[in-house]
């Protein structure tokens, strides 16, 4: 009897620590990353690995390392992190922001920082993060993923995050033999990427290119992204009560294709004309923009696509949005990569 209580006891145990290890949704490739480099946790060992467990994420490198940043604004948002569907897609990313670097094989000298969408709601970082890393490396691009803290009304928060990573890559280009550093963004982290591209502190945070799909561009009427923009900056309503003054000098500011000069860097743009979550007119308001501006652009609306499909293609989806139209895609963009 003994023999068999102790046995149970061993199962129960071993269940449960299956259990803290399981997670619910796993990325449909298994490319990991080099490194995963945390932002704001203190730099102890107990803080690390108490991060490690915390995150509600498989997609962790085995080298950890931690800036052990302080929080110049916090965002409020205190209930763990959350991952909600098969996409990635992760809630409350706040005090565990971090970001994935992967090193390709055959390096080719350049470097993405990847922003995944989500409406600054969540941070979808499979089909926009993990899944675009697969394709960058399989191409000699080195990729930092960012898993930046969601704003809940802080619109400093998500760029402080980008810019943070930026000067991280800037310090190891050379370690890295990287070249070129650029932005590629997806949706509100197209939104993110364009504010990169637009509103960057110095030569440390400005890219050197730029990779938008279907991006939010605009945060508000006729064609802009209402939701996203009270994601990044507040309730409008409420704000406009409160200090319309500041209300209207922060949409202007996040109205990207206002931000736009001649020293925004080169830009390729991909849209499609069914995309019902987006409209098109956001990054085709920013292509113009950048035509006014003499910055080297590129931009392609596919007829079909809808929103959000990403770096989903036939590898890991047979169901691909964005359909026949996915290999030119593809050739496309790595044409004009190289014409950089």
Not at 89 to 113: E, S, W
Not at 205 to 210: E, G, H, N, V
Not at 211 to 219: D, G, R
Not at 319 to 331: E, K, P, S, T, V
């Amino acid at each position: 009897m003994k023999k068999i209580l102790v046995a149970i006891l061993a199962i129960c145990i071993a269940a449960g620590l299956q259990a803290k290890t399981t997670y619910k949704y796993y990325p449909k490739t298994e490319l990991r990353p080099d490194k995963t480099v945390f932002l704001y946790v203190p730099n102890q060992k107990k803080e690390i690995k108490n991060a490690l467990k915390s995150i509600d994420d498989p997609v962790q490198a085995k080298k950890v390392e931690t800036l052990a940043l302080t929080m110049a604004v916090e965002s409020g948002l205190d209930e763990p992190e959350n991952m909600f569907d098969p996409n990635g897609a992760t809630l409350n990313i706040n005090k565990y922001a971090r970001f994935d670097i992967y090193f390709p094989k055959n390096p080719n000298g350049k470097m993405f920082v990847v922003c995944p969408g989500g409406g600054y709601n969540c941070v979808c970082h499979y089909i926009e993060g993990s899944y675009a890393a697969d394709w960058l490396t399989e191409h000699g691009y080195t990729v930092a993923v960012v898993k930046y803290r969601l704003p809940n009304g802080h619109h400093s928060i998500p760029l402080t995050d980008v810019q943070t990573v930026f000067r991280y890559c800037r310090e190891h280009q050379a370690e890295w033999g990287i070249e070129k550093v650029g932005v590629m963004g997806f949706s509100a982290g197209g939104h993110l990427a364009a504010s990169a591209s637009v509103l960057y502190d110095d030569d440390a945070t400005r890219p050197d290119y730029s990779v938008l799909f279907y991006p939010v561009i605009s945060v508000t009427v006729p064609f802009g992204h209402v939701y996203t923009g009270q994601k990044l900056i507040g309730n409008y309503n409420q704000m406009m009560a409160e200090n319309p003054d500041e209300c209207l000098r922060l949409i202007n500011r996040y109205q990207l294709h206002r931000q736009v000069t001649s020293d925004t860097p080169p830009t390729f743009i991909v849209l499609t004309s069914d995309d019902k979550e987006v409209n098109p007119l956001n990054g085709l308001s920013y292509y113009e923009s950048l035509l006014k501006h003499g910055v080297k652009a590129e931009i392609h609306c596919y007829q079909t696509g809808i929103h959000g499909f990403g770096f989903d293609y036939y590898k890991f989806n047979p169901n691909d949005w964005l359909g026949a139209a996915r290999d030119d895609f593809f050739a496309t963009l790595e044409r004009w990569l190289n014409t950089l």
